[in-house]
């Protein structure tokens, strides 16, 4: 019977051994988590803080920010660890956990993007209907739906992730754990976790692409055949306009890496397709939604306001 020795920690290869570049990369990368938390941490509190914004679409971007928050914490301090250490190691465990909150949440959030998108869609073609349709209870359950959907994408990886053997190698040619990364370094057979990586994670991020894609088509239609006014249509769609930007910065990166074959594809490429969909979209979320939206902007001038002046209450 052949010795097997099993691997207990990984070894993180990162972004750049350039001690130079690092040190850059620090501050960057620093910066962008500062603003990520604290933007995002920012709408989440106005959102409950200001009953203007209890409704159903503040409620799903509080939820946005929420994921946001969660998702960059996932990856950021670890790589920021790894600038300021010469060998940055992850124990077998602490890597699947890492594995497990990315994918969590990140399909979470794609699948969050699709519920916003019919949010939009009945708000402004069903209008009369909307209050009905997204009711509070209505709302609580398409968001633990999206919860509770990510949650079990995520299991079924790391569960099967945790039955590969690793024997051999032990570097990751990544910042963070993911699978394919992993799966390169298994000693035993990754051809059913291949086979459900580019399966079943393709249809979580195709399916609400699909939804977000058909709402917006209704919306279109709808503003251009039975709206006449062009003041209308215009105030309609600017409340779209921050969606659709994260739509196209989210799943134009996310679906392209996933969709992408293994081989023939370099290890930097890889990382910085990461790097866009995880670190630095999260910490746009909050400039695009506050620079395009009056009344969030108005919310946090008065949340801040309040804060500062305590006695005006």
């Excluded at 620090?26 to 938390?37: E, I, K, P, Q, R």
Aim: aromatic share 12%.
């Amino acid at each position: 019977m052949e010795n097997q020795t099993e691997v207990s920690e990984f070894i993180f290869l990162g972004l750049t051994n350039v001690r130079g570049l690092q040190c850059y990369l620090f501050a960057l990368f620093l910066l962008l988590y500062m603003a990520s938390v604290l933007g995002n941490g920012a709408i989440v509190a106005v959102v409950l803080a200001e009953p203007r914004l209890h409704s159903p679409m503040y409620f799903f971007l509080g939820n946005l920010s929420s994921l946001d928050i969660f998702y960059s914490t996932v990856t950021v301090p670890k790589m920021l660890a790894g600038f300021l250490s010469a060998r940055q190691t992850i124990s077998f465990t602490s890597c699947l956990a890492q594995l497990h909150f990315f994918h969590f949440l990140g399909s979470s959030e794609a699948m969050l993007l699709g519920v916003m998108a019919y949010d939009r869609y009945v708000a402004i073609c069903n209008p009369l209907r909307y209050t009905l349709v997204m009711s509070p209870r209505a709302c609580l359950l398409l968001a633990a739906a999206t919860w509770a959907t990510g949650f079990l994408h995520a299991l079924m990886h790391t569960v099967m992730t945790s039955r590969l053997h690793f024997c051999g190698p032990n570097r990751i040619h990544h910042f963070f754990c993911d699978i394919k990364p992993l799966l390169s370094l298994a000693c035993s057979s990754t051809r059913l976790n291949l086979s459900l990586l580019h399966v079943v994670t393709g249809i979580i991020s195709v399916s609400p692409f699909i939804i977000t894609l058909l709402s917006y088509l209704y919306i279109i239609s709808f503003l251009f055949l039975k709206v006449r006014s062009w003041e209308s249509r215009r105030k309609a769609f600017s409340t779209c306009t921050s969606h659709l930007i994260m739509i196209a910065l989210y799943y134009g990166t996310a679906i392209f890496s996933f969709m992408r074959p293994s081989s023939g594809s370099s290890k930097g490429e890889e990382m910085i397709i990461t790097l866009v969909y995880s670190v630095i979209t999260p910490a746009l979320n909050p400039l695009i939604y506050t620079l395009r939206n009056s009344e969030v902007k108005y919310a946090i001038r008065k949340f801040i306001t309040r804060k500062l002046s305590p006695e005006r209450n």
